[in-house]
């Protein structure tokens, strides 16, 4: 499985930086425009729909048209793993349908000071099986200005 890392410091409380990442508005907010990210439903754990904060067990069913072209690809999401503890947080997610063989997105948080360490890892593992895993170098090519924007926003509507 290939892995994709990029961390910021962002000049902001821990606990603001954790609640804005813990709902579907920070993912929308976190997303280029050129994805044309559209959030179709969510449900919470226990099934309820939007919850306010997508605790472990939540779904989100998203669909994206980058750069506008082309059919919108489906991604549903869920979130299996939320600890937060003494200053210190993250939340796993994993897809379970969508265009990767295997996509898990772990998203980090400590505090250090009045700021805190934002960390994005994915594991990831392409399509189209030996052909795909050829191309798991450039597709950091595309991760790139993705986690960019995303670590700029951060700070940008945080800081």
């Known amino acids: ?60 069913d998203l669909s994206l048209q980058p750069g506008g072209v082309g059919p919108r690809q489906g991604w549903t999401t869920r979130i299996v793993q939320r600890d937060r503890k003494d200053g210190a947080g993250l939340f796993r997610d994993e897809m379970i349908g969508g265009p990767f063989r295997r996509w898990v997105h772990t998203h980090s948080f400590y505090a250090d000071g009045g700021g805190t360490h934002v960390r994005d890892r994915v594991e990831y593992q392409l399509p189209f099986g030996d052909l795909g895993q050829l191309a798991g170098p450039f597709a950091v090519v595309g991760f790139e200005p993705m986690f960019q924007y995303r670590h700029r926003e951060t700070k940008k509507l945080l800081e």
């Open 1 to 60: 499985m290939s892995t994709y890392e990029r961390e910021t410091y962002v000049r902001a409380p821990f606990e603001d930086v954790w609640r804005f990442h813990s709902t579907l508005d920070g993912l929308e907010a976190l997303t280029p425009d050129f994805t044309n990210l559209r959030v179709e439903a969510s449900r919470g754990p226990d099934g309820e729909p939007d919850p306010e904060v997508l605790e472990a067990g939540a779904e989100a």
